[in-house]
């Protein structure tokens, strides 16, 4: 079995996947992970109990680790990234750069991809 971390995304919906998209180029670490790609059909595998049992909401992206778990919505997945993998902190190595971080992602969450 790999070690690859296990994403299930759908680069045709738009934002979240690609939030998360860019945040992995830009850290570098985009060639660390397996990615399953849904076709996000109203009836495709975001919808399917195999996904649900990972995330209630039928969304994507969704993250499976190594050892079986799972993490989803896309600020979570970042952040546990962002730490946890080696290279530049993405979201701030100081406590006023990570409240940057946190205020600018909102007003853009809001304000603009609403
Ligand atoms: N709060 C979630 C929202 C995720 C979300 O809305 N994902 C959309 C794609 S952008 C989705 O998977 N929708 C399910 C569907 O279209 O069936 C996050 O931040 O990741």
Redesign the pocket.
Known sequence: MSDKLHLFT?PS?????QRLRLFMHEKGIADRFEEQVYN?SPV?E??QWKHVKMNPW????TLKMADGTYI????AIARYLDQSMPGRKIMGETAMEQGLDTMWGNRIWVHVLY
């Open positions: 759908s919906a738009f934002p979240n996947p996000m495709g975001q919808r039928g969304e994507t992206p989803a919505e896309t600020d």
